[in-house]
Nanobody, 125 residues
């Protein structure tokens, strides 16, 4: 069974940085897509970034391109989200998610099979 545990959230001023971590366990993730999604109060969960675990290719939503970087450490079975130049609109609960590779959209949170509990990121202006 896949387990995902996020850490690294917190309160930061606009322009600051945070690094989120997602420790993954339960199986080999070579056939998985790992994603970071976020959900602000009163809004639907939205895609932020993802990485193909085996190939390493990455995708980002337009609003975080150039500011966020997703990466993974195979030895530690951990996925990271480095967030720089944070803005108040980045405030949300950030979730790590895992999806077996398939034809279903990799950008739709409803297609992901496993989720962490989330970590709060708050950016003050």
């Amino acid at each position: 069974q896949v387990q995902l545990v996020e850490s690294g959230g917190g309160l930061v001023q606009a322009g600051g940085s945070l690094r989120l971590s997602c420790a993954a366990s339960g199986r080999s993730f070579s056939n998985y897509i790992m994603g970071w999604f976020r959900q602000a109060p009163g809004k639907e969960r939205e895609f932020a970034a993802l990485i193909n675990w085996s190939r390493g290719n990455t995708y980002y939503t337009d609003s975080v391109k150039g500011r966020f970087t997703i990466s993974r450490d195979n030895a530690k079975n951990t996925v990271y989200l480095q967030m720089n130049s944070l803005k108040p609109e980045d405030t949300a609960v950030y979730y790590c998610a895992a999806k077996l590779k398939s034809l279903r959209s990799i950008f739709d949170y409803r297609n992901y099979d496993s989720w962490g509990r989330g970590t709060q990121v708050t950016v003050s202006s």
